[in-house]
């Protein structure tokens, strides 16, 4: 039987015309918004908000270059991983399904069905498991193999991995050489800059704010950073309460306290695209500037940085041999209810050994 590896990640426009669309698949989808009631009420409220925004986003996407990044990076560190992988014994033919455009996750499965049984590991891009981003795609790709006939096909998924020595390692040496890109003396306090999720979604138990301290906590560790650091939170949408502090408010924040100097370090990130691009080179560091910040470096993003993959295929090695890494307590498995029987390995997750993340106002909630 051959080994099929599907990297799903979030997707993006590539021109104008694709992100009325592609806003629109991301508004309906209710792990990402939930609004009660028949799918019907998610539509109408999907196609007001995406024709409201549309405009304003196409403009984001056209100060970028025109579309996301985001789709061909992945192709780009499949590719690597395939060939790592190929290099250490375990050939791999591989697949890609976007969440919210093509190539979608129907597709991909019906072209790896249409060459015979295979044994898939479904690698979400995501070191941090969210609600709205690894439950999302490993929901779709659970129903998806339940609609095409794919249900009793062995399906690996892998959980995250926020505290993976090399994917640590890599935005560690992000971290380094971007401090050293500041001119000689100047010493930057290290701002984290993570997607941010509405509180609710915390309350309900999704791990994904935990899953972004650890990660930070790791990389302060790893590089020995003795200076000043914190945690903020971007890319807020609507009017709902959202993780604090927001990005801009921490910048403002770190300028009245007179830091002249901040390194940002895109966290939740795996490859560049519009949150980087355009709103942390473009908005943020606006506000940096207006706040009296007058060095401002964003760490790179990790695309196929080599010790990246290197933690990719550790993770998709560890599928293969059953060991996904769910002793460690940071797997959560596909959401739906159909799927929720599904186990990832003997005995299922742990509860996760993690500190739990604490919402600002009732404790240290940040690093």
């Not at 060095?295 to 933690?311: K, Q």
């Not at 307590?329 to 996760?352: A, F, H, K």
Request: glycine content about 10%; hydrophobic content about 40%.
């Amino acid at each position: 039987m051959r080994d099929v590896l599907l990297i799903l990640n979030f997707g993006g426009p590539q021109r104008a015309g694709e992100v009325e669309p592609f806003l629109f698949e991301l508004f309906r989808d209710p792990d990402v918004i939930p609004i009660p009631g028949p799918p019907i009420v998610r539509d109408v409220f999907a196609d007001l908000i995406s024709g409201l925004r549309w405009t304003k986003t196409a403009n984001q996407y056209a100060e970028i270059g025109g579309g996301s990044p985001l789709v061909p990076m992945t192709y780009e560190q499949g590719a690597a991983l395939q060939a790592l992988l190929a290099s250490e014994g375990h050939p791999m033919e591989v697949h890609y399904a976007m969440r919210y455009t093509r190539p979608d996750t129907r597709a991909a499965l019906e072209a790896i069905k249409a060459g015979g049984p295979a044994r898939i590991v479904a690698l979400a891009m995501y070191p941090h498991y969210s609600f709205a981003t690894m439950g999302s795609s490993y929901g779709e790709l659970a129903r998806q193999l339940g609609r095409l006939g794919m249900g009793d096909w062995a399906v690996t998924y892998v959980p995250a991995f926020p505290t993976d020595p090399d994917y640590v390692g890599s935005l560690a040496e992000l971290v380094q050489e971007a401090t050293a890109r500041l001119p000689e003396g100047v010493t930057p306090h290290l701002l984290f800059s993570a997607h941010g999720l509405p509180v609710s979604f915390v309350q309900k138990g999704d791990p994904y704010a935990m899953h972004i301290q650890a990660t930070v906590a790791a990389v302060v560790q790893a590089t020995g950073w003795p200076h000043g650091h914190s945690l903020a939170w971007q890319s807020k949408v609507g009017p709902a309460a959202w993780l604090t502090p927001a990005t801009d408010t921490e910048l403002r924040r770190l300028g009245a306290a007179g830091v002249e100097a901040v390194v940002v370090v895109p966290v939740s990130f795996v490859g560049d695209h519009i949150e980087t691009l355009f709103e942390l080179d473009i908005e943020y560091r606006e506000v940096a500037e207006e706040a009296g910040i007058h060095h401002w470096v964003r760490a790179g993003a990790l695309d196929t940085r080599p010790r990246f993959i290197r933690a990719l295929a550790t993770q998709v090695q560890r599928a293969l041999t059953g060991d996904t890494g769910c002793s460690r307590g940071c797997c959560r498995l596909p959401r739906p209810v159909e799927v929720r029987g599904l186990r990832t390995v003997p005995g299922g997750c742990q509860p996760c050994p993690l500190p739990p993340y604490v919402l600002p106002g009732r404790g240290a909630g940040a690093s």
